[in-house]
């Protein structure tokens, strides 16, 4: 499944938990939340978190490195750094820009690439 398809499905997930908990739920439209709708305790997600990575055998990484996986990943799909910022919840774009310099480099050429194939078509590769 991809990953818009998993959202859809745990949207589902929540709406019949929803349903289920009646108006005793607390709907304050979280992503992340328990059954009853409230937020999440933070340690219990980070136990969640390492029990999904240990059941996918895949390397261990802090929390925390989603952020930078995601943000890189809008930065690589061309998305402004200014939203990007804004997302993030950075207070200056001098942050984003300083932190994810790494990514802006391949971003460049990007740019330009599709730059030169809009003024001269793809055949006249830069």
Do not use: W
């Not at 992503?31 to 261990?60: H, M």
């Not at 930078?68 to 001098?94: C, F, Q, W, Y």
């Amino acid at each position: 499944m991809t990953g818009g398809n998993e959202l859809k499905k745990h949207k589902r997930i929540i709406a019949k938990e929803k349903l289920a908990c009646g108006p005793l739920y607390k709907d304050f439209n979280l992503v992340v939340c328990t059954s009853n709708g409230t937020p999440v305790i933070p340690r219990n997600l980070l136990r969640s978190f390492y029990s999904i990575i240990k059941k996918a055998e895949v390397p261990k990484i802090r929390f925390h490195d989603l952020r930078h996986t995601v943000a890189t990943l809008m930065l690589k799909e061309g998305i402004n750094p200014k939203i990007v910022k804004e997302i993030l919840g950075h207070s200056d774009i001098r942050i984003t820009l300083d932190t994810y310099s790494h990514v802006l480099p391949s971003i460049h050429k990007e740019t330009a690439q599709k730059y030169g194939d809009m003024l001269f078509g793809k055949e006249n590769m830069l």
